[in-house]
């Protein structure tokens, strides 16, 4: 579970190659999906010129997965792009990560690392800096999402991600607690999602904007989850301009 899939366009030598940091979903776990899941709209974004930088983490139904594993896996998979970024010409300076689903709440969760609490055991001195985040009907509010048995993904798995009954179980896992985390955030969500309950990506959005972010919310009709990350759909097409929007500057 600890690898990661570098996508690469073709260009000029010199070149710096734009690039997307992606997090795949599956309610954190391994058996529902990895990061291959990514793979489809991974290829479309090469093939309009943009570096993919495709990681997989550990999930709670994995040894090793849950509170701390899956965090730290996602965390060293983030902080390696650095050290592979001279060697293939990725542009760093305006990095976005993209996140869907579970994966969602990760991307946001690495872009706000730096907000950590220092006493957590997932702070690390110098996180990668992301510029950018589009979530694709992600959970990002973990509270609400264990308080919510109508979420796709169930309360269990949020117990497991957690730490269990942690007294500090959300303070540095739930985006929430981590706010403002000082970076523009499109959150983009289908209208007919039966995964996300449609009412939390509203919620996380005026959260985020009180704490001091700058969010743009894009909710699409006749979608639901899955088509969130299908090339040639409403929703991807969406995506891809925000995307590219956010790696202009």
Not at 155 to 163: K, P, S
Request: hydrophobic fraction near 45%.
């Amino acid at each position: 579970m600890q690898l990661v899939d570098l996508w690469l366009p073709s260009g000029s030598p010199g070149d710096r190659r734009p690039t997307v940091l992606m997090v795949h979903g599956g309610c954190w776990q391994s058996s529902i999906a990895d990061r291959r899941l990514m793979d489809w709209v991974a290829a479309d974004l090469r093939a309009d010129g943009i570096a993919v930088w495709n990681i997989d983490y550990r999930g709670v139904d994995r040894d090793g997965g849950g509170y701390p594993g899956t965090f730290r896996d996602a965390a060293a998979a983030a902080d390696l792009l650095r050290d592979h970024a001279e060697a293939h010409r990725l542009d760093l300076s305006r990095l976005v990560a993209v996140g869907h689903s579970a994966g969602g709440h990760l991307a946001l969760w690495l872009a706000a690392r730096h907000r950590l609490p220092p006493s957590s055991p997932l702070a690390t001195d110098d996180p990668l800096p992301i510029a950018h985040v589009v979530s694709l009907g992600g959970l990002p509010d973990l509270a609400a999402v264990a308080a919510n048995p109508d979420n796709g993904c169930g309360t269990e798995v949020i117990a497991q991600l957690v730490g269990g009954d942690r007294p500090d179980r959300f303070a540095d896992t739930s985006v929430v607690a981590l706010l403002p985390i000082g970076v523009p955030i499109d959150l983009i969500d289908g209208a007919q999602d039966r995964i996300v309950p449609a009412r939390m990506s509203p919620a996380f959005a005026t959260a985020a904007e009180a704490a001091g972010d700058w969010v743009t919310q894009h909710r699409i009709d006749d979608t639901g989850h899955v088509e969130l990350i299908t090339p040639g759909t409403p929703a991807w097409e969406t995506a891809k301009a925000a995307i590219a929007r956010a790696l202009r500057g």
